[in-house]
């Protein structure tokens, strides 16, 4: 559907643009800072974004993503360092830039006197689209978010999963090439989140770029070719999911609960079991490459938790180990 000739005819973007440039790809982002007064919301980060990948920022509330999604949407001013988005200074050539994006803010900011089928043309008429182009597009996009039975409905009565859908469409009405999604699932209900990210998969599909962000480890192993993990403006680690997971953790994590008076103390009597322990105030979490292995031992130490389960590693335990705290407080 929607096609970039010069990024497409390379192989790899990735290995080429040392030689060839930046151009390459899609967004670079160079010691990007953004400060606030004394406070500084991100603090020097760099990354770059081939066309065609869903790249992610994972980090807890507060980490500096939104900061950094309006930077690239050309709607917050950089307080130093570069950006690019296809080549361009997003401060120089707002429109242009605007032009090849698609955004999905943190709060969805619909027209809510609208009818929904509406919210589409009055947004396209911004991007000076014409009718003749918009109603099909609209119906086309209407139908893509499973909102077409809705067409005629206030935007008011629609449920937050259908806001949500409703703002994706809108933001896919000039066919751009990168999507800016700021927190696309937060506060649906898994089948809302379950339906948005089979949305988001056909996108990619077609080619679009993604560029998301999500305080949710599951989103993130799910929709993300390659992620940075940001905590406090900084990042703290970069890769696709499962090399963070290689790199960062163990195969298995055995998390045990004691009770809430036992689980500080009894890290102590746990120690050995496992490459490493960490105690939660609600549980205690053995990092072992085999699991049922770990709980045998805790066993054989005469130890009774109230409750036992392993699982394979997750992101949530990489940032746990990056930033000695949980993803979600
Ligand atoms: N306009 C502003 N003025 C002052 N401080 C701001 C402003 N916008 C953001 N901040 C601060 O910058 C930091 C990063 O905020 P940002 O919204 O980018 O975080 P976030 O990662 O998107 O968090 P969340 O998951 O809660 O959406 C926070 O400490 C926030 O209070
Ligand atoms: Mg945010």
Redesign the pocket.
């Known amino acids: 559907m929607f096609r970039v000739p010069e990024l497409a005819a390379k192989e790899s973007p990735v290995e080429s643009a040392a030689e060839s440039g930046p151009a390459q790809y899609v967004i670079t982002a160079e010691n990007l800072t953004k400060s606030?007064g004394d406070?500084t919301?991100v603090d020097g980060i760099s990354f770059r974004v081939p066309a065609g990948e869903a790249f992610g920022l994972l980090?807890p509330?507060?980490?500096?993503?939104?900061?950094t999604m309006r930077m690239i949407g050309g709607v917050s001013q950089r307080t130093s360092g570069s950006l690019t988005i296809m080549g361009l200074d997003p401060e120089q050539h707002g429109p242009e830039v605007r032009a090849h994006l698609g955004v999905v803010p943190?709060q969805d900011n619909l027209d809510e006197e609208l009818k929904v089928r509406d919210n589409l043309l009055v947004y396209g008429r911004y991007f000076g689209l014409p009718m003749s182009y918009l109603k099909p597009k609209a119906d086309e996009l209407l139908e893509f978010a499973q909102l077409t039975d809705k067409a005629k409905a206030k935007v008011d009565a629609l449920s937050g999963g259908m806001k949500r859908r409703l703002t994706i469409a809108r933001s896919l009405i000039n066919e751009p090439k990168i999507l800016l999604l700021d927190?696309p699932t937060t506060g649906l209900d898994p089948q809302a989140r379950h339906i948005l990210w089979d949305r988001l998969f056909r996108l990619k599909e077609q080619g679009v770029t993604l560029i998301l962000?999500t305080?949710y480890m599951d989103e993130a192993e799910q929709l993300c070719d390659r992620l940075i993990v940001v905590d406090k403006g900084r990042i703290m680690a970069e890769g696709s999911p499962a090399s963070l997971i290689r790199e960062y953790s163990t195969r298995e994590v055995l998390e045990l609960r004691f009770g809430s008076a036992r689980n500080a103390t009894v890290g102590a009597e746990l120690e050995g079991i496992g490459e490493r322990v960490e105690t939660l105030p609600d549980r205690v979490l053995i990092y072992a490459n085999d699991g049922e292995a770990a709980l045998e031992e805790v066993s054989a130490r005469g130890l009774r938790p109230v409750t036992s389960l392993v699982r394979r590693s997750s992101l949530e335990d990489v940032f746990l180990r990056l930033t000695g705290r949980s993803l979600v407080d």
């Open positions: 606030y406070m919301a980090g509330n507060g980490a500096g993503k939104s900061t943190q927190e962000t305080h």
